[in-house]
């Protein structure tokens, strides 16, 4: 899981964004870019009922 480490994060938005403010302002916040990102985890890593 360390590739989706929380800490690459701004890494990986300066890669598409430039900036982490701009990333920011046309994802609707730094809170609501954590959330997705610890959200498609536990959506990546859920373990599926068979």
Request: hydrophobic share 45%.
């Given at each position: 899981m360390g590739e989706l480490d929380q800490e690459k994060l701004p890494h990986l938005l300066?890669?598409?964004?430039?900036?982490?403010?701009d990333a920011?302002?046309?994802?609707?916040?730094?809170?609501a870019i954590r959330d997705a990102f610890i959200?498609?985890?536990?959506?990546?890593y859920q373990e599926r009922s068979a």
């Open positions: 300066e890669l598409k964004y430039r900036v982490v403010a920011a302002e046309q994802l609707g916040g730094v809170a959200g498609f985890q536990k959506h990546l």
